[in-house]
Structures are given as C-alpha cells and as structure tokens.
C-alpha cells in the first residue's frame, strides 16, 4: 500500500512538472502572428494596434520575444489585402488578426481552404457584412471585437443637441460594405426621430467631386452624417466635408472622436485603443490552444460622447449643460 501511495504521489509530482513546464513552453515559445491593417491614415486603425499590442504586453506576450509579428498595412487596397493574407497563409502563420472589414474579408476568402484563426477589431457591422454569423457563433474560423455603437444610440444624443432637426444628410462611398450598411441603417433609423433622410452615396471614383456632392447635400439639410466610412473619415476627405458644410453653417455627426478633434460636431464612438485591448483576449485564448470557433465576438465595452464646443459656438449651436455633463471628450 505504502508503495502505491509512493507512486501515485511520484506520478502526480510529474504530472504537476509537466504541466508547469507546459505552461512555460506556452509563454516562451514564438508564435506567428500575421497583422492585416487596412490603412495608416485613420488615426483610430492606429490606436486599435496599439491597444492591441499593449493587450498583449499585458498578458505577457511581446513582440521579439514570444511573438513573431509580420504587420502588413494595404492602404485601403483590396486586392493588396487578398494577396497580403494569402502569402500568410502560405507562411503558415499561426493567427491572423485584422484591422478593418475589408482586411477581414480578404482573411476570410484566404483562408476558405486552410482555415487559420482569424481575430478581427475595428469592423464596424461584423453580421451584416457576413463576417460573422452572430456574435455567439460566428460560424467559421473567426473572432473579434466590433466597433459598432448602435445609429439609434447616437441619433439619440444628436437630437439632444439638435432638438429642432427636420432634414438628415447621410453620404458614403459604396466601395466598402461597412459604409453602406450603416449608411442604410442610419436612412431607416432617422424618421424614428422625426428626421427626413436624404442619402447620396457615390463610388470612389468619384471624390474628385466631392466638394460638389457636399455642397449640393449642405443646400437641403440641418446636418449631415457620416457613417462607417473609411473613405470619406481620410483626413483630406474629411477636410473637405467640413470645410464645404461650415460654409453652409450645417454641422457635421461622425462615429470617431478624432474627426470631433478636426472639426466635426459631435460623434458617440467605441474607444478605439480600447477595442485593440479587448482583442488581445481572444487572441491570448487562441495562442492558448483554444478553438477560435468556441470564442464568442464581442461589442465595445467602452463607449464615448466626443463633442467640439468651439464648433457648435462657430455654428450658433446652444448645447445644453445636461449634454455637456454626459461628454466624455470636449473640444474647445
């Protein structure tokens, strides 16, 4: 008996051994990590990375020391996304993360026949434009953080701004499925609130005249909104739109609180270094051994209220106290 208390405790004390050991080649061992940036010139694609290296670093992962990051940023180039993600497949990276949806659809059609775990963040409609099927299941070899805030939620505050409000401009390019979908659901959310929409989307082809198409919206509108849009929230394009509606006296809503910083109006937005940081936990789990099809996607935990008073002074607009105590960000 005394024996085969011996060996059982011989066999746990390995046991416990391997496991420690395990544990340590999990945290010492390099893992290849493909990052798919879909541009540089959005200030927020650049705070979602850093947050999510801090992530990372947090939770003892860094890059040239168990993490071989090879980050790729395709400027906004389709076709440079699908063959950035296929020579990383072919690299046999061990994930995949990306930062914008048309970086996760390029991953996602890369990866139809060797299905590497993807990690998205800063998309900004994950189920409608199919990268997931839900947030519970995203029924494929994906996961990540959205960085969706509900129109509904910010056309709530914007008419706390706005209470007088008739007539809603919504534009967007329709090269990027993100834009047209919000651009869409902003259209059916906004007579909810006693807005008549007028949306103009126009492809990319067309920013030439862009100048022209604000203009024409400025002339028949109370504000104008831009949705997801990686296009048009470019800072030259965005210089444009605001320059053109200034001229107008008409402001401007966005979804991201640097755009508040360059001019706009106001926008209720994810915090993007924020989203970066959330990602860094499915992507622990999946360096983990965790299957990313069991890792559930994810909202925004934190959401903001940016607001530029020095705008809304410039435009005659009287915001109320009980609106200023609610902004988390204030541009003056």
């Known amino acids: 008996m005394k024996k085969y208390l011996k060996c059982m405790a011989l066999i746990s004390t390995l046991m416990i051994f391997y496991l420690f050991c395990f544990g340590c080649q999990t945290k010492n ?30 939770k003892g992962y860094k890059k040239g020391v168990n993490l071989d990051i090879d980050y790729k940023n395709v400027e906004q180039d389709k076709e440079l996304a699908l063959k950035t993600a296929l020579d990383f497949v ?35 409609a994950p189920k409608a434009t199919g990268i997931i099927r839900n947030y519970d299941d995203s029924g494929r070899n994906i996961t990540g953080v959205s960085m969706k805030v509900e129109v509904k939620e910010q056309f709530e505050m914007l008419k706390e701004i706005l209470p007088e409000m008739e007539k809603l401009g919504i534009i967007y ?18 007579p909810g609130l006693g807005w008549k929409p007028l949306t103009v989307s126009f492809p990319k082809r067309d920013l030439p005249e862009l100048d022209k198409i604000v203009n024409l919206v400025a002339k028949k509108v109370d504000a104008i909104y831009i949705p997801t849009d990686p296009i048009l929230d470019s800072p030259e394009n965005l210089e444009t739109i605001i320059h053109i509606s200034d001229e107008h ?16 109006l ?22 983990s051994g965790v299957n990313v099809r069991t890792i559930r996607s994810q909202r925004p935990i934190i959401k903001k209220l940016s607001l530029n008073l020095k ?3 410039n435009l005659n607009i009287k915001i ?4 200023i105590l609610k902004t988390d960000n204030i541009i003056d």
Not at 39 to 51: D, L, M, R, S, V
Not at 173 to 190: H, I, L
Not at 269 to 283: L, N, T
Not at 320 to 323: C, E, G, L, P
Request: with cysteine; aromatic share 6%.
């Open 29 to 58: 061992k390099e893992f290849r990590i493909g990052v798919l940036q879909w541009t540089e010139k959005i200030h927020a694609f650049n705070q979602t990375y850093k947050g999510v290296l801090d992530g990372l670093k947090d």
């Open 249 to 264: 006296k008409i402001p401007v809503v966005s979804v991201s609180g640097k755009s508040v910083e360059d001019g706009v």
């Open 90 to 124: 072919k690299k046999r990276v061990d994930l995949i993360l990306t930062l914008g949806t048309g970086s996760t659809l390029a991953a996602l059609k890369a990866t139809e026949k060797k299905p590497i775990p993807i990690v998205f963040s800063i998309v900004g």
């Open 266 to 287: 106001m926008a209720v937005h994810c915090d993007f270094y924020e989203i970066g940081r959330q990602a860094a936990d499915p992507m622990v789990q999946i360096i």
């Open 173 to 190: 390019c329709t090269e990027m499925p993100q834009a047209v979908v919000t651009g869409k659901e902003a259209a059916a959310a906004a």
């Open 311 to 313: 705008k809304a002074r």
């Open 320 to 323: 109320k106290r009980q609106v």
